[in-house]
């Protein structure tokens, strides 16, 4: 079956403009999270979605930053007036409603804030 | 920040080595993953090892879990090139409903 996919692939966009990011995690998966990763770094957690529960949002950076999930599928991560410090790979990865929790990462956003 | 450390950040071995990876955790876990990515780009799931196993073979990947030093390690034999990436440790709290923490990761080059 078809995996997470992502949109766009890649977007460059001027400081201050508003961005939307896609996820289309694997049908079924109950489970949908977004991360953040700058160059050469580890993964940092941005906010998780879990079936009807309300979303862990502990790991966005700040209010610029916000996501929602429709439906229990397709999710959109914004980030309002972008600046040069949230250029980075989104990356966005779902799973199963039941355990052990593998993650299956969607190929991610590269975003670039001129 | 991530609560999982995994040591050395970056490993260069001669094709054919042997690579080992270790990664720390802080909390009990359910399982432990580890993932590999390569250019940046999305993860792929490697090998899955649950708090009552301490050692799990997936081809020439070997995965080993110490839960009284809130540790794992991560070997990889025979080397190749293709190996390339960065590898990731990732835990899976007891107290979390599904949410698993990543580490910092590892940067491995095998040299030809």
């Known amino acids: 079956g078809a995996g997470v996919s992502q949109s766009p692939s890649n977007k460059v966009t001027e400081k201050g403009k508003d961005v939307e990011l896609r996820c289309d995690p694997i049908?079924?998966?109950?489970?949908l999270y977004w991360y953040r990763q700058s160059l050469g770094q580890g993964l940092e957690f941005l906010i998780y979605f879990q079936g009807n529960s309300a979303p862990d949002k502990s790991g966005l950076p700040s209010d610029r930053f916000s996501a929602e999930r429709t439906g229990g599928s397709v999710s959109t991560l914004t980030i309002q007036r972008t600046q040069q410090e949230d250029s980075a790979v989104y990356l966005c990865?779902?799973?199963?409603?039941?355990?052990?929790?593998?993650?299956?990462f969607g190929p991610g956003t590269r975003l670039t804030v001129t | 920040s991530q609560q999982g450390e995994e040591d050395p950040q970056a490993l260069s071995i001669q094709e054919g080595e042997n690579a080992t990876m270790n990664c720390s955790y802080k909390t009990s876990i359910n399982n432990l993953q580890w993932y590999r990515q390569n250019s940046g780009r999305g993860l792929v799931h490697l090998i899955l090892i649950r708090s009552n196993e301490r050692e799990k073979h997936s081809g020439r990947l070997r995965v080993t879990l110490d839960t009284s030093k809130k540790s794992s390690s991560l070997l990889i034999t025979a080397s190749r090139a293709a190996d390339t990436a960065s590898y990731f440790c990732a835990s899976l709290p007891y107290s979390s409903a599904s949410k698993i923490i990543f580490g910092s990761g590892t940067r491995l080059s095998i040299r030809p």
């Open positions: 049908s079924g998966h109950t489970a």
């Open positions: 990865a779902s799973s199963a409603a039941s355990g052990p929790y593998e993650q299956y």
